[in-house]
């Protein structure tokens, strides 16, 4: 086993085709077949399940697709580490939350990548869980999340601002008048949630389940745009980060009903594990971070 078959096996995998793999990894195709073949006798066992032009892996080769791409990346740290050079370089994976990618991350990203252009950043989104899963599989370096305060026991934390939290309406609509919505308010309307597995969703289900109170009805987005939207077509209220809705409340479009029921803490934080070598790279990420958000 050589860590290119590793890397060719890694890439059908992901593409879920011999030819495409090929083409992106500049290889003829009977090359990638083969390196398959030799993984396959070597472990005794198949690896993919062939199904006319389109590849799925197998339980084995699910089970090595996990610890491949483990080996890939203690081979790219070990190969950074042992490089005399102090300059920056090499890829850096982040995990981060849709809200947090689309409205507080944008510029940190552009000035990094203004001044390590040999950097290349790949942004995985997910929820919180999908988040520190990642983590602890190593499959991502380091986290941006909006989450209430994290302390669990493996992972190094900093928390770089709290993030205020609205419940948002159509400018019509009719609690505008009352100034503000109570958790008894929630029965009598039609809440549209974010994608199960979200961090403020959680809570906020949470705050209701103690006061045994439910939406009259309800909707599920993973789109925090699509959200927007729908309150403005006055399909329901929708509970989001306030950082992500400013444009909208200074334009009118929609209002915050002003909460009153229980604190909605949530906070933007860095998170990586407590085992995570701090490259140099990785080390000039987390400077600007600290910069950016004292700034701010």
């Not at 992901?14 to 073949?37: C, M």
């Not at 899963?133 to 669990?152: G, K, M």
């Not at 205020?164 to 958790?183: D, Q, S």
């Amino acid at each position: 086993m050589e860590l290119h078959q590793l890397r060719i096996f890694v890439t059908v995998a992901e593409e879920s085709s011999f030819t495409r793999a090929a083409e992106k990894l500049g290889y003829v195709q009977s090359n990638i077949s083969g390196q398959i073949r030799a993984l396959e006798e070597e472990f005794k066992t198949r690896l993919f399940e062939r199904l006319g032009k389109r590849v799925a892996l197998t339980s084995d080769g699910e089970k090595l697709l996990h610890h491949a791409r483990q080996l890939l990346k203690y081979a790219s740290e070990t190969k950074e580490l042992m490089s005399r050079s102090s300059v920056p370089s090499g890829t850096i994976r982040i995990g981060t939350a849709e809200s947090l990618l689309v409205f507080r991350l944008p510029a940190l990203f552009r000035e990094y990548g203004r001044l390590y252009p040999q950097v290349n950043l790949i942004i995985h989104q997910g929820t919180s869980v999908d988040l520190r899963q990642w983590l602890r599989d190593n499959t991502i370096d380091v986290v941006f999340e909006l989450d209430d305060r994290i302390n669990d026991a493996d992972l190094n934390t900093w928390i770089l601002c709290e993030e205020p939290m609205v419940i948002i309406g159509n400018c019509e609509h009719h609690l505008v008048k009352k100034g503000f919505i109570e958790p008894e308010d929630i029965c009598k309307e039609s809440f549209i949630f974010t994608e199960r597995g979200c961090s403020y969703r959680s809570q906020m289900e949470r705050h209701l389940a103690k006061l045994d109170i439910r939406p009259r009805s309800s909707y599920e987005f993973d789109s925090i745009e699509a959200i927007k939207q729908l309150v403005v077509s006055r399909l329901g209220i929708a509970l989001l980060p306030r950082a992500a809705v400013e444009t909208e409340l200074s334009d009118g479009k929609i209002v915050d009903l002003n909460w009153i029921g229980p604190k909605m803490e949530m906070f933007t934080q860095v998170v990586y594990h407590k085992n995570k070598w701090i490259s140099p790279t990785l080390a000039a990420l987390f400077d600007l971070v600290k910069e950016h958000f004292s700034e701010s």
